[in-house]
């Protein structure tokens, strides 16, 4: 089945600083690649998503580039502030008509002022 | 703006109890998931529904039985809770079942069971 390994645990920050959560996913068919995020006591809700080959895909200061070749989807900010303090889940999407996403275990980022 | 639905917000029952758990979604969308989020914040999916009819049915126990009155709802009974089944349950939606398809979620029901 598929499988996505992200970073670890809790990244905490302050606010100002550039950010990367790593993701890399193994699928058996070509697959969507989703970000969503959830902050505390919330749903989690679509950050931003990609399917094409090595094209940078942004949103709300965020932007991730799928890289087929290494099997990675990384989440970037180049300033996190306050509010980025949540939960971030990638999520690969594979499987033809019966798609389904295999979430991440997710990475808890903090920013601190 | 909230779109998908889900009744009750807290439930804390004994063990061996049935509950019962419903959502609704008004974004006209064919397909419904149940996921089970627990204490770790670990996202698993449960059920897929497309159109009232049951796509996945990942390894759960027999005691989760989802159920379909039409493609705007789905409910979620468990039979004898067990203390294990303490979880925020969340129920999503999507246009369809294809790969592009972002899900909506719900804000989740949160069982504890004592």
């Known amino acids: 089945g598929d499988s996505v390994t992200q970073t670890e645990g809790l990244v905490t920050l302050t606010k100002g600083l550039p950010v990367m959560l790593n993701c890399t996913y193994q699928?058996?068919?070509?697959?969507?690649l989703f970000w969503y995020v959830q902050h505390l006591n919330e749903a989690p809700k679509l950050l931003l998503k990609?399917?094409?080959?090595?094209k940078r895909t942004e949103h709300q200061g965020f932007y991730a580039t799928l890289h087929k070749s290494s099997s990675s989807f990384h989440l970037q900010k180049s300033s996190v502030q306050l509010s980025d303090s949540a939960l971030y889940f990638c999520?690969?999407?594979?499987?033809?008509?019966?798609?389904?996403?295999?979430f991440g275990k997710g990475t808890k980022l903090s920013v601190k002022s | 703006e909230t779109a998908v639905f889900q009744t009750p917000n807290y439930h804390v029952t004994q063990v061996g109890n049935e509950v019962s758990f419903n959502c609704k979604q008004t974004?006209?969308?064919?397909?419904m998931y149940w996921y089970k989020q627990d204490s770790k914040k670990l996202l698993k999916i449960m059920f897929s529904?497309?159109?009232?009819?049951?796509?996945v049915n990942e390894t759960v126990p027999r005691r989760f039985s989802p159920q379909s009155s039409d493609k705007a709802h789905l409910n979620l009974r468990i039979k004898s809770v067990e203390p294990e089944d303490s979880a925020v349950y969340l129920c999503?939606?999507?246009?369809?079942?294809?790969?592009?398809?972002?899900?909506?979620f719900g804000p989740g029901t949160r069982l504890t069971v004592l």
């Open positions: 999503a939606s999507s246009p369809g079942l294809g790969v592009s398809y972002e899900q909506y």
């Open positions: 990609s399917s094409t080959d090595n």
């Open positions: 999520a690969p999407s594979s499987g033809g008509s019966n798609a389904k996403l295999t």
């Open positions: 529904y497309n159109n009232k009819q049951l796509i």
């Open positions: 699928t058996t068919y070509s697959p969507f």
């Open positions: 974004l006209g969308h064919d397909t």
